[in-house]
């Protein structure tokens, strides 16, 4: 669980945004574009289904919690038929605080809905190493721990008082480690990345050994044998599961690690360049650029002095 908690370390998730949602009644839809943000709703009352290209219907019941990256589209539906509204153009057109959606009284539904926010410097490990969808239904054994901390965060957005900077954002942390705690237990064929990586008995000792040693200079060999598998058969694994391959895992890992450094301005790029395994500080410096895609001096925090 250690990782999880690096992870969480280099998200830096900042803040949630609470008070939107929606109250929808009789047919209707909602559609979200692709914007790479991780979102999360909670359904209060009535049930609908989430709809995204390429991928099974989810049908979301009452009290039922998702978090959803946007790295595709989806929509909130009543019916998959129905024309679902744009909700940016909802929301821009509209002069209610919360959007009502659909026409009459039957079948109510009360939807309300966040953003999650994190460090933009390491915001692609959304994107490469967690799911795209965690579904934790109303029965889950997390989900009272999740709503009680949510509950917590939107009284401390309301009524702050004294260190509530600090609250919120500890609070924040709390809720996306109760999430991922949560769908760590579950089992999924359709998500890939690190916490499924987690869940796997052959992947799961390889990702711990390189996460507790990130400087060793690991061969698919060394991780197919901690894994107790034969290196082919590793490999294939952890690529299934995970989504990348060992080493491209480790040198992400080291990126987003490097990416951390950086910005703090504290260590000098040489000393970044050794802690995270690399022989030379130009040999850290063309990696990150070829990864990267900018030099690691154009990272670094342009308030903070730091060894060059």
Same mark, same amino acid.
């Given at each position: 669980?250690?990782?999880?908690?690096?992870?969480?370390?280099?998200?830096?998730?900042?803040?949630?945004? @609470?008070?939107?949602?929606?109250?929808?009644?009789?047919? %209707?839809?909602?559609?979200?574009?692709?914007?790479?943000?991780?979102? +999360?709703?909670?359904?209060?009352?009535?049930?609908?289904?989430?709809?995204? !290209?390429?991928?099974?219907?989810?049908?979301?019941?009452?009290?039922? +919690? #998702?978090?959803?990256?946007?790295?595709?589209?989806?929509?909130?539906?009543?019916?998959?038929?129905?024309?679902?509204?744009?909700?940016?153009?909802?929301?821009?057109?509209?002069?209610?605080? *919360?959007?009502?959606?659909?026409?009459?009284?039957?079948?109510?539904?009360?939807?309300?809905?966040?953003? +999650?926010? #994190?460090?933009?410097?390491?915001?692609?490990?959304?994107?490469?190493?967690?799911?795209?969808?965690?579904?934790?239904?109303?029965?889950?054994?997390?989900?009272?721990?999740?709503?009680?901390?949510?509950?917590?965060?939107?009284?401390?957005?309301?009524? !702050?008082?004294?260190?509530? =900077? @600090? &609250? &919120?954002?500890?609070?924040?942390?709390?809720?996306?480690? =109760?999430?991922?705690?949560?769908?760590?237990?579950?089992?999924?064929?359709?998500?890939?990345? $690190?916490?499924?990586?987690?869940?796997?008995?052959?992947?799961?000792?390889?990702?711990?050994?390189?996460?507790? /040693?990130?400087?060793?200079? %690991?061969?698919?060999? /060394?991780?197919?044998?901690?894994?107790?598998?034969?290196?082919?058969?590793?490999?294939?694994?952890?690529?299934?599961?995970?989504?990348?391959?060992?080493?491209?895992?480790? $040198?992400? %890992?080291?990126?987003?690690?490097?990416?951390?450094?950086?910005?703090?301005? &504290? *260590?000098?790029?040489?000393? &970044?360049?050794?802690?995270?395994?690399?022989?030379?500080?130009?040999?850290?410096?063309?990696?990150?650029?070829?990864?990267?895609?900018? !030099? !690691?001096?154009?990272?670094?925090?342009?308030?903070? #002095?730091?060894?060059?």
């Amino acid at each position: 669980m250690d990782i999880m908690l690096d992870l969480i370390r280099l998200l830096r998730p900042r803040a949630t945004l @609470f008070g939107a949602g929606f109250d929808a009644f009789g047919e %209707w839809g909602l559609s979200f574009r692709k914007r790479d943000d991780l979102l +999360f709703c909670r359904i209060e009352r009535g049930e609908c289904q989430l709809v995204r !290209p390429g991928y099974a219907t989810r049908h979301i019941k009452k009290g039922d +919690f #998702v978090l959803i990256r946007t790295s595709t589209p989806f929509t909130l539906t009543s019916n998959g038929s129905v024309e679902p509204v744009d909700s940016e153009t909802a929301v821009s057109v509209s002069k209610r605080n *919360k959007l009502r959606l659909g026409s009459g009284e039957g079948r109510p539904v009360t939807l309300h809905a966040g953003k +999650f926010v #994190v460090e933009t410097a390491n915001e692609a490990l959304l994107t490469g190493l967690l799911p795209q969808l965690i579904h934790i239904a109303a029965d889950g054994p997390s989900l009272g721990r999740i709503r009680s901390l949510l509950a917590m965060n939107e009284m401390e957005a309301r009524e !702050p008082g004294p260190a509530s =900077e @600090f &609250i &919120i954002l500890r609070l924040v942390e709390l809720i996306l480690v =109760e999430i991922m705690r949560s769908h760590h237990l579950q089992e999924s064929r359709e998500n890939k990345g $690190l916490l499924a990586g987690l869940s796997d008995k052959i992947t799961e000792r390889a990702l711990a050994a390189m996460h507790r /040693d990130v400087a060793r200079n %690991w061969t698919v060999a /060394d991780l197919a044998e901690l894994s107790g598998v034969s290196r082919s058969k590793f490999a294939t694994r952890f690529r299934k599961v995970v989504g990348t391959g060992p080493i491209e895992y480790l $040198l992400q %890992w080291r990126m987003a690690l490097a990416k951390n450094e950086l910005q703090a301005g &504290i *260590k000098s790029v040489s000393e &970044i360049a050794f802690a995270i395994g690399f022989q030379s500080s130009s040999a850290f410096s063309s990696a990150f650029t070829r990864e990267v895609g900018c !030099p !690691p001096s154009q990272l670094r925090h342009p308030n903070r #002095v730091g060894p060059t």
